[in-house]
């Protein structure tokens, strides 16, 4: 079943068309096989089982193929384009927007390019900064976002006005979940006023918890950041008498940087993620495990994504249904939490006995800094996706890998879809294999 992918020609049926100027580039002599048909598609599910015993539950959908297409639908001269960044940040935010930059500029010829400042809030309390790739030439090279972020600050129709009275036909938006959701209303706002303004997301969350495509930017120069702090974690612990090395991780829903990072470093002892709730005392739990581990080599090192063990941590009335301007539940801090847990448990069970608990939480730290190769090349692509992807007509949409190959997936569904670590697959069993630690069944 290949998905619907909204069209501004679906209520503005009369649109003309013109050459995409790729056509006219010395860099690319495109031939036809250069361009994307509407026949390319990608489909989600490539895994089947050949004997039928595992038969696949619902349809099998497919999506369109990312990339340029010989007919675009917007007069380059005339397009004033805007990008916008939000939510928390995450390595690779400035290469997305220098990218998009880049592609508008270089590939269609666009001169009017501008920057939303401070998020949502920015398109209706801020002067658009102009955008240029001599300006933004530097901008891969740092962390954070140089057009400034802020959570909140959404009024949909403040946001619409100033789009529309701006005279911008074209807006990028890069974010997270709460931001995608904040996409998929711009959108469906300017398609209920009939306006010839194509919307593209561009989905960012360094948690790697959006559902559909195989990875989201920043996450994999997380991860190997987060081994720096794992590997100081283990010095620490395995310089102490009975010492404890606590890493704690970004990973609010889902626990993939604590889990990836724990796959690649092989100095953890534990890793607790949000999609495994454990416990501390009794047969199985927690303090058994890490007891017996630091009999057996004196020290030991645990991992704990942000989100895990929310639950177990005490919370008064008035802060259980606390939330932050993204609308987003906010968490106590299970690091602080559990670095409190283990010494008191150690002070209870092993009186005059030596041990150290070293906490390590480099979870801005990681957040902030510039994105790795991969990462930076992934950014590269996405953005340049995107780019083709609203000249062509389209909108509301999101770019995206799914099996290795890029696609443009409806904004609707991203914002719905979860990417949550699955711990019945291989790649768990392995983990576990190699930690030993307990599957806290009770």
């Excluded at 195989?214 to 702090?229: K, M, N, P």
């Excluded at 009794?282 to 090192?301: D, I, P, T």
């Excluded at 092993?350 to 510039?370: C, F, N, Q, W």
């Excluded at 879809?417 to 190699?434: E, F, G, I, L, P």
Aim: proline share 5%; net charge negative.
């Amino acid at each position: 079943m290949l998905q619907k992918l909204s069209h501004l020609t679906d209520y503005l049926p009369n649109l003309s068309t013109s050459l995409n100027p790729l056509e006219e580039n010395p860099y690319y002599h495109p031939c036809d096989a250069f361009y994307i048909w509407p026949t390319d598609v990608i489909l989600r599910d490539i895994l089947y089982d050949l004997s039928g015993t595992f038969e696949s539950s619902g349809p099998r959908l497919a999506y369109h193929r990312a990339g340029p297409r010989k007919k675009i639908f917007f007069n380059t001269t005339h397009v004033r384009a805007a990008i916008v960044t939000c939510g928390g940040l995450c390595p690779g935010l400035n290469t997305v927007v220098k990218e998009v930059v880049v592609g508008l500029w270089e590939l269609y010829g666009v001169r009017e390019i501008f920057g939303i400042k401070s998020g949502y809030r920015g398109f209706h309390s801020f002067e658009p900064i102009r955008l240029d790739p001599k300006l933004v030439d530097h901008w891969h090279k740092v962390g954070g976002t140089v057009l400034e972020t802020s959570r909140g600050g959404f009024d949909l129709k403040k946001i619409v006005d100033a789009i529309e009275s701006r005279g911008f036909n074209q807006v990028y938006i890069i974010g997270g979940d709460g931001t995608m959701r904040g996409a998929v209303k711009i959108f469906n706002e300017i398609r209920e006023r009939k306006l010839k303004i194509a919307v593209a997301g561009i989905p960012k969350t360094v948690d790697n918890d959006i559902g559909i495509i195989d990875r989201s930017f920043g996450f994999q120069t997380a991860v190997e950041a987060a081994q720096q702090a794992i590997n100081a974690g283990h010095v620490e612990a395995e310089s102490a008498v009975n010492g404890i090395g606590l890493v704690k991780l970004m990973g609010r829903n889902t626990g993939h940087i604590a889990f990836q990072a724990t796959q690649s470093s092989r100095d953890v002892d534990c890793c607790l993620i949000p999609e495994i709730d454990f416990y501390l005392e009794g047969e199985g739990g927690l303090f058994e495990f890490l007891n017996n581990r630091l009999k057996k080599n004196g020290h030991a090192v645990l991992v704990v994504a942000e989100g895990a063990g929310q639950h177990l941590i005490p919370r008064d009335e008035a802060r259980r249904e606390e939330k932050d301007e993204s609308g987003n539940p906010v968490f106590l801090d299970v690091g602080v939490w559990l670095k409190s847990e283990l010494i008191n448990w150690w002070a209870r069970d092993h009186p005059g006995e030596l041990s150290t608990v070293k906490y390590i939480d480099p979870t801005y730290m990681i957040r902030a800094i510039p994105a790795n190769a991969t990462d930076s090349s992934y950014c590269t692509l996405l953005a340049h996706s995107a780019v083709h992807g609203v000249m062509a007509g389209y909108t509301g949409f999101v770019p995206g890998p799914i099996n290795g190959n890029y696609a443009y997936i409806p904004v609707e569904e991203v914002t719905v879809a979860q990417n949550k670590v699955d711990t019945k697959d291989h790649k768990w069993a392995w983990v576990r294999s190699v930690t030993n630690q307990p599957d806290f069944m009770i």
